[in-house]
């Protein structure tokens, strides 16, 4: 067992702030991409694959082909995010901050030459999908009213009190990026590079880091 494991299982709660903050910061980048890109998510994945296919029902070929950048971006990020943790296992965390740190510094340079929808989206969805692989967003209210569910008849455990801080967080993290936005434009990206940049050194730094070399920070883990 790794030090950081043995820690994390003295501390459950050390990785509290952590996972909340990805949270917060999933939901800001995620409501920056849907106000940018006129209403599609770079987070929230499955909105995205619906939107898919209703463009492909209807014959909305410039949507069909946003969309497919973003699912395309996705996935491609949670491949280098896959690769980072494999190279670097005991500082997967931070070190996958980091990458959405550069993958999003990399989207605002792109829109610095371009303005081009699916090819933003495309770079915003890599740095979305490298993060993701910290933290499952998905289903947090649906996982939080099973818990509960659980709980009034006496089976399971408090997890739905951290779905719902989790969905909370999103909420907060998506209310913050859409006002952001109405503030500062796209230079509200700069904001959610500088926070992913301070989270990875505060993690990498912190006496009681959470890195999990064993898996990201799922629901279930």
Partial sequence: MSTADAEMRARPGSRRPVETIVAMHLGFVDAFGFVLLGGFFVSSIDAT??????????????????????LAGFVVGVVLAAVV????????????????????????ALHAVTTTAPLIGFALALAMGAEATLLETGG???????????????????R???????WGAVA????????????????????????????????RNSPADPTDAAGPYGLDS
Avoid at 87 to 101: G, Y
Avoid at 160 to 166: G, I, K, M, S
């Fill in 160 to 166: 739905w009190v951290r779905y719902l801080r989790l």
């Fill in 49 to 70: 694959t619906t939107r898919t296919g209703v463009a492909l029902g209807g014959g909305s070929w410039f949507v069909v082909g946003l969309a497919g950048a973003i």
């Fill in 140 to 158: 947090l209210l649906a996982a939080a009213a099973r818990s509960l569910t659980d709980r009034l008849f006496g089976r399971g455990s408090r």
């Fill in 172 to 203: 907060v993290g998506a209310a913050a990026g859409a006002v952001t936005h109405r503030v500062l434009g796209f230079g509200a990206l700069w904001i959610a590079m500088g926070a992913a940049t301070l989270a990875a050194y505060v993690v």
């Fill in 85 to 108: 943790g494999r190279m670097w296992p005991r500082q997967r965390v931070p070190r996958v901050l980091l990458l959405t740190a550069v993958l999003l510094a990399a989207a605002g």
